[in-house]
Structure formats: structure tokens, C-alpha cells
């Protein structure tokens, strides 16, 4: 029998009862209170996976350019050059909902150092943002403190933010989601892993010191919300971007003088993950003296200096001979630095404290937690054709951009400074941002992409189009596709239909990135957002990275000239089922049941990219704009929008399915007219669909549409900007 003490303790760290016997079944006595938060936090869903893991390994990883592949800080991929690019997206929704500037800012925190652990100088920040209704009571609270946080943290470490993604819905007001993705890039042969090396080596601690901020953390973002989470502030971390730039130069000063072992980012569960990962990597163990520990508080106990998240720290395994010198460094960047233990040929993690032997564990027991196969079922919906209501072509134009979700986002990008290095080439808001790498005319193109209306109607198609349209933006600038990471957002696995979304979701993945060969190389898995038994829609996020070798032949949604001819290329059906279109005309949460969504021919996908990278190449297209939310009509629009330019119509169809069908594997190419024949030939000789649909113009702002409605460009421009005034 447990007494009460032991009880309330367990429930603190998030363990189960069971969780507590199987602790003592293994170590065959009873669990110390630090051994439990130990496994409270290893055995999270944050830190083991223990409901993804099996689905997880189904993903496609690996191709002859991936350098490393999941199971590190981030994953790493050979551009040529000598080059390598390093990239990751994780969650930091739990801690965003409930303090959103410091969830964000050390979100962005974490995950950039996840980045130079690998040895690579971050380049980039991306973001992606969903928050609930604009209506609901707290959206502008959390949307201001999210945003801000962002911002301030990338700034302050003069780390640019490129791109992102933000959606308002009512399904996200209890659980928003904050999803941070940062790029680095390094030399492919000084790339740093998370490993012990041979027993001996010594164990440092570098950076800020511990202090009680971000407590178990790991635990509360495996678990629902209810109406107790308000009073779980404490668990969020405070961050300190200035300490991260320093910490980031230290770390990439010292990774230049063959000292360093392997390191690791003291994330979720702090010096509890980063010593039992690092250690067992290497199937070696780990001894820590606690009281070497740099404090921010000297009362805190072995358990809370374990847990604590403090942010802007890391765990360094330095050759012994080298510690004198990796010291001298971290002391001239004025950053704690503390050798607190050394590895060990024992499997085991030894923690001492006050003198006193705390914890001493088989890593085996902490890293090997049991892997569930939940039962799941698979939704379907059942597809109903429906009758729209009348509208002129012109009232569903308004109608669509009055949606908050297909608005301008400029009053978040101009908090970010995007252009802070100078090598980002790209403005916000287009396609996917480019950065240069600095090698000839070598950079990269990235993107995130995710249509949780999509996602939430089948998320097994959801899954392939999310996956699709990463790989239409990174064409669409003339970037070679590379590799991708994802960010896959759920509600708790423990119930049949959610585990359901997630496995269609997986297995939607599986086919979209081995077709289109874009191997999955990192990321990350947030279960349980969900409050009071109401969860979010299924949000895999999905991050791209793609090569272009010479930036000068670029093209961008905006970089056509007036009177450039457009084209659509690629054919349209009419899809109008689940699209922006049906949603301006019904309420959504009653409708998708009833609703389809549009399916990706990976196979039009690869034929389509190829004739769209070889007009680029030839420089025989000025602009070029993948077609998606809201279909032709408003993707024409959006073109006009990007460079405040007008359209004369020839040929436009009338037919709402036609201008508002949501089919996919389609982009709109400019032409300048001395190239027209040149492209005509080349989609002919392809046999690619493709129309004209008319001509820019600087000349007339008014739109005239076939059935003779008309709207000003300036109009759509204002409506576009109306829920600004709700944040």
C-alpha cells in the first residue's frame, strides 16, 4: 500500500500506478523519488513515443543525399558543395496555450538548438501557427503573446524567420498549436551527434544555470487539458535569447578545435534526456554529481534539478585533455560552464547528490518503455453533392477573402525581420522562401504546408496533399526537392479514432514521400492536444527543404512584368467539395461529413515539376504560383495582390467549379510574350494541359469577370486585412 505522500508524488510527475510498480518490478526494491521522475519523464509520450514509435519506422528515411535520418537532434542532408543542410520542426503547443510569449520564444529556442548541436549554423526560422476562433474570448491574448514571442526570439539571436503558416478556427480554441522548424547549415564532414565516445570522457554542463522554470514540462505535454491546467505556469520555461546567441557562438568556436565528443541539447526533461540519451547511444552509462550543477536557486532537490527545463543549455562529452580549453571558451562568452560527471562502462545512469547516491538505473529501463499498438478505427465520410446557393462571381470572391485563413499575414511577418543575415533572396508571402548558402550561386528553397480542413476530412488524402503541395511550392521557385520533416499535431491516441487519424495520416506520408521521393528526416510527434474531451482536427505539419544551384534563374509569385501572359498548367476538374468555395457557402463543421476532398495524382505531380523546373531553367517563365486554397480564380488574384497589379480576362470560364475547384498538381506560369511559342512547344511536346486565361495590367485595377460582376483590386486587398482588427 502506498502511503499519501507517495501517491500525490506520483501523480505530480505524471506516472500511473502501474507506471510505479513496473519501476519496481524492474529495479526489484523501491523506486527512490528522483529514480521516479527519472522514468516519469523518460517514459513520457513527449520523450518516448510510446504511441507513435511502431507507426513512426514505417516512413520512408533514407536516399544517397541523407547524411542522417531520425533518431538525432535534427536531421541532415548533402546539397552539394561540401555543403550540408540541417533541419527540424518540433511542437511547443502545451507550454504556448498556457504562457504564450515564453512558450513560443523558447519553442523557437529549442528547436534552433537542436540545429548548432549538430554543428550547424542556424540560417532560417519557420513557424506555424493555429489558433482558435477570432470570436473566442482569449485568441487575442494568445495570439499577441505567440506571435511577439516568435518575433523577439528570432530577432534578438539574428536568426532570420522566412515563412510560416497561421490559421484561425474555432477547433483550436482550448489547444493552439505552436510548431517551430529552424534550417542550418554546416560542412558535411563537421557534422556533431549526441554520443559518449568510450568511458572516461567528461561529462560538462554549459550555458545558463537550472533554475525551477519548465519543472515537469515533458509530462504536461503528454497529458489533456482540463480546467486544473490554468494553474500550470510554473512548467513553462523562460527563455533568454541573448544567452542563446552566446551559447551558439561558444558551441560553434569550440566545435572547431577537436574537443568535443558529442553533445546534446537539454530540451523536454532537461539533464534527464540529454544524459540518458547520450549515454546509451553509445551503449555506455553516465555518472552525475548534482551538486556541480550550476543553481539558480541552491534549494532546489535532485529531482527538480533533473526535470527543471531551464532554457539555453546544453550537455558537452569534452576529451579529457581539452577540458581546459573548451572552459577558457565558454568563460570568454561569459556562459556557465561546470564538468558534472563522466561517462562510464556501466549501462547505468549514477546520480549523486549531496554526497548521497539518488538514482542509480539501468539506461535500458529508461529508454525502452513499453511501445503500445492502440487499437484505432478509420472514419469515413460519406460524400454528398450539394447545391450551392447563387453568386455572382464577384460576391464569391469577397466571400472567400473575407476568411481570416486566406488573409494577408503581414501584421505578423513585419514583427519578424526576414532579411536580418542578407542572404534570404525571397519576400514573405510568396511560394517558399530562398536563402543563399554562400557557395557560388548555391541555396535553398523551404516551405511548411498543412490544409487541416483537408487533414480532418480524410487524413490519409490530407496527408499526400500536405506532402503534395511542400513539393508544388519548392518547384514553383525552381527548387529541387529534397527532403522533408513534419510536425504531426493530435488529439489522445488512447481513443480508437484518434490513433485512427494518425495511422491514415502515417500511411498518407508513407505514399506521398517514397513517390515523390522525399525522405522524412526529422521530426516530431504532440499527442494529447486536446481540453476537456474536445479535440483538435489532425494538423500534420509538414516542413520542406529543397536545392536550387543557381539562384539568378529564380522565380518568385510576383516576378512577372506587365502584360505577361498567364497560363494554367495541369487540368481542372471541378472539385469544389471541401474547398474554400463550400466553406463561404456552408458552416463547416456541419458539412464535412458530407464532403470529399480533392485527391493527388503523385504520378501528374513528378511530370508536371519537371517542365516546370526546365522553363525556369531556361528562363522562359517570369512567375510562377502553385494553385491551392480557393482554386484559379483566387490563386489569378493572389498574383495580382503580390505585386498590386491588375488582370485582363480572355477566355475565363464562367462555371463556379471551373474558376473554385480545389484539383490538385496544377500551378499558373507568366510568360513574356517573345517566349510564348518557345513554352507552348514545350508543354505540347510534353503533353501537359495547359490555357491561357489573359494578360496583367497595370492599366485597370477594376476586375471585370465573364458574368459581368466586377470587383476592385483595392477592395479585396481591404477585406483581406478586416480580422487584423480582432488581434
Not at 542532408?77 to 513560443?104: C, L, M, R, T, W
Not at 505552436?178 to 554549459?206: D, E, L
Not at 542509480?360 to 472514419?379: E, M, Q, S
Not at 477573402?401 to 503581414?410: A, K, N
Amino acid at each position: 500500500m502506498l502511503d499519501k505522500s507517495l501517491i500525490s508524488y506520483i501523480k505530480q510527475i505524471g506516472l500511473s500506478h502501474q507506471d510505479y510498480l513496473d519501476c519496481r518490478d524492474l529495479l526489484r526494491r523501491k523506486p527512490k523519488k528522483t529514480e521516479l521522475a527519472l522514468f516519469s519523464a523518460m517514459w513520457s509520450e513527449h520523450c518516448s513515443y510510446k504511441s507513435s514509435k511502431f507507426w513512426l519506422k514505417k516512413l520512408p528515411h533514407s536516399a544517397k543525399y541523407v547524411i542522417q535520418g531520425p533518431g538525432e537532434n535534427a536531421g541532415v542532408i548533402d546539397i552539394g558543395g561540401n555543403n550540408a543542410i540541417v533541419f527540424k520542426i518540433e511542437s511547443h503547443n502545451h507550454p504556448s496555450y498556457i504562457e504564450p510569449y515564453q512558450g513560443a520564444a523558447t519553442g523557437v529556442g529549442g528547436i534552433m538548438r537542436d540545429i548548432f548541436t549538430m554543428g550547424a549554423r542556424p540560417i532560417a526560422n519557420l513557424n506555424c501557427l493555429r489558433f482558435g476562433s477570432l470570436n473566442h474570448k482569449r485568441t487575442k491574448h494568445l495570439f499577441n503573446g505567440v506571435v511577439s514571442g516568435v518575433g523577439d526570439y528570432g530577432n534578438c539571436t539574428g536568426i532570420p524567420t522566412v515563412a510560416g503558416e497561421c490559421s484561425f478556427d474555432k477547433r483550436y480554441n482550448n489547444n493552439i498549436l505552436v510548431n517551430a522548424m529552424t534550417i542550418g547549415i554546416a560542412k558535411k564532414n563537421k557534422i556533431f551527434y549526441a554520443k559518449a565516445g568510450r568511458s572516461g570522457n567528461k561529462v560538462v554542463y554549459v550555458g545558463s544555470k537550472t533554475g525551477r522554470d519548465g519543472i515537469h514540462g515533458a509530462s504536461m505535454s503528454s497529458e489533456s487539458f482540463s480546467k486544473e491546467s490554468e494553474s500550470l505556469k510554473p512548467t513553462v520555461q523562460v527563455g533568454d535569447p541573448f544567452t542563446e546567441k552566446l551559447l551558439m557562438e561558444a558551441c560553434l568556436e569550440l566545435m572547431k578545435l577537436d574537443a568535443i565528443i558529442g553533445l546534446q541539447d537539454m530540451g523536454a526533461a532537461g539533464l534527464t534526456s540529454s544524459s540518458v540519451e547520450i549515454a546509451a547511444s553509445s551503449k555506455l552509462g553516465i555518472k552525475i554529481n548534482l551538486d556541480k550543477v550550476p543553481l539558480r536557486d541552491g534549494n532546489m532537490t535532485a529531482d527538480e534539478i533533473m526535470l527543471s527545463e531551464s532554457q539555453e543549455r546544453m550537455l558537452m562529452i569534452i576529451k579529457p585533455n581539452k577540458l581546459n580549453i573548451a572552459k577558457k571558451i565558454f568563460q570568454k562568452w561569459n556562459l556557465s560552464f561546470s564538468s558534472i560527471g563522466e561517462i562510464i562502462q556501466e549501462s547505468n545512469i549514477k546520480i549523486i547528490s549531496k554526497k548521497k547516491i539518488v538514482a542509480d538505473i539501468p539506461l535500458d529501463y529508461l529508454t525502452n518503455a513499453k511501445v503500445f499498438r492502440r487499437p484505432f478505427t478509420v472514419k469515413k465520410n460519406f460524400f454528398k453533392q450539394k447545391t450551392y446557393p447563387k453568386r455572382t462571381i464577384a460576391e464569391v470572391v469577397k466571400k472567400i477573402f473575407y476568411d481570416s485563413s486566406l488573409s494577408t499575414r503581414e501584421i505578423i511577418w513585419n514583427q519578424y525581420d526576414h532579411m536580418i543575415t542578407r542572404n534570404v533572396l525571397s519576400a514573405m508571402g510568396g511560394n517558399a522562401s530562398i536563402i543563399k548558402t554562400n557557395f557560388k550561386y548555391q541555396a535553398i528553397a523551404t516551405t511548411t504546408d498543412c490544409n487541416i480542413y483537408y487533414c480532418e476530412i480524410d487524413p490519409y488524402l490530407g496527408a499526400i496533399q500536405a506532402i503534395a503541395e511542400s513539393y508544388r511550392n519548392l518547384i514553383s521557385v525552381g527548387a529541387k526537392p529534397l527532403a522533408i520533416t513534419n510536425c504531426l499535431n493530435f488529439g489522445n491516441p488512447e481513443k480508437k479514432q484518434i490513433m485512427g487519424q494518425f495511422v491514415q495520416t502515417i500511411r498518407g506520408m508513407q505514399v506521398a514521400s517514397k513517390k515523390l521521393s522525399l525522405p522524412i528526416i526529422s521530426g516530431n510527434v504532440s499527442f494529447y492536444n486536446e481540453t476537456n474531451d474536445k479535440s483538435i482536427p489532425p494538423t500534420p505539419q509538414i516542413g520542406a527543404v529543397g536545392v536550387i544551384n543557381d539562384y539568378r534563374k529564380t522565380v518568385s509569385i510576383s516576378s512577372f512584368s506587365n502584360e505577361d501572359i498567364l497560363y494554367v498548367i495541369g487540368e481542372t476538374g471541378g472539385h469544389l467539395s471541401s474547398s474554400a468555395y463550400e466553406r463561404a457557402m456552408f458552416d463547416f463543421e456541419k458539412t464535412k461529413i458530407y464532403s470529399a476532398i480533392p485527391k493527388t495524382n503523385l504520378d501528374d505531380e513528378i511530370k508536371i515539376s519537371k517542365i516546370i523546373l526546365h522553363l525556369i531553367k531556361k528562363s522562359l517563365i517570369t512567375a510562377c504560383h502553385d494553385v491551392s486554397d480557393g482554386g484559379l480564380l483566387v490563386s489569378i488574384l493572389e498574383m495580382c495582390l503580390a505585386k498590386n497589379i491588375g488582370f485582363n480576362f480572355l477566355n475565363l470560364p464562367k462555371k463556379h467549379k471551373i474558376l473554385f475547384g480545389e484539383d490538385q498538381s496544377r500551378y499558373l506560369i507568366a510568360v513574356n510574350k517573345s517566349d510564348q511559342d518557345s513554352v507552348e512547344k514545350a508543354l505540347i511536346d510534353s503533353n501537359i494541359y495547359f490555357r491561357s486565361y489573359g494578360t496583367f495590367t497595370n492599366k485597370n485595377h477594376v476586375l471585370n469577370f465573364p458574368d459581368k460582376s466586377s470587383i476592385k483590386l483595392e477592395y479585396i486587398k481591404s477585406a483581406r486585412k478586416l480580422w487584423e482588427s480582432k488581434v
